[in-house]
Nanobody, 121 residues
C-alpha cells in the first residue's frame, strides 16, 4: 500500500517558521513531482507550491519569498519550509505527490491526510 503522511504542523506566532514533511511509505522508487495545497475554513483548497520532476518550482504569489518546496529522494520525502508565517497562512496543509513505483509498475498520484497549521497574530 502506498501512502503519504504529512507532519510538522502546529501552532506558531506570526513571524515564526515551520517545516512540513511529506513522508512516503510502500513500494515507492521515488517522488517524481510534489505539491503542497492548503485549505482554510470556508475556502477552497488552493495550490501553494509545486516541484516538477526536473526540479523547477512554482509558488502562489501569497507565499513567494517565504515558502520553499523541496524533495529528498534518498529519504523519499517532500518538504515545505515556511518562514515569516502570517495569520492568513492558517489552514490545513495537504501534500500531493506523483510517485514512481518499484518493479516497473508505473506511477500514481497520492494525497496525504493533511496537517493543521495555525498562526496567531
Amino acid at each position: 500500500q502506498v501512502q503519504l503522511v504529512e507532519s510538522g504542523g502546529g501552532l506558531v506566532q506570526a513571524g515564526e517558521s515551520l517545516r512540513l514533511s511529506c513522508a512516503t511509505s510502500g513500494t515507492i522508487f521515488s517522488i517524481n513531482a510534489a505539491s503542497w495545497y492548503r485549505q482554510a475554513p470556508g475556502k477552497q483548497r488552493e495550490l501553494v507550491a509545486s516541484i516538477a520532476s526536473g526540479g523547477s518550482t512554482n509558488y502562489a504569489d501569497s507565499v513567494k519569498g517565504r515558502f520553499t518546496i523541496s524533495r529528498d529522494n534518498a529519504k523519499k520525502t517532500a518538504y515545505l519550509q515556511m518562514n515569516n508565517l502570517k495569520p492568513e497562512d492558517t489552514a490545513v496543509y495537504y501534500c500531493r505527490a506523483n510517485l514512481v513505483l518499484l518493479g516497473g509498475l508505473g506511477s500514481r498520484d497520492e494525497w496525504g491526510q493533511g496537517t493543521q497549521v495555525t498562526v496567531s497574530a
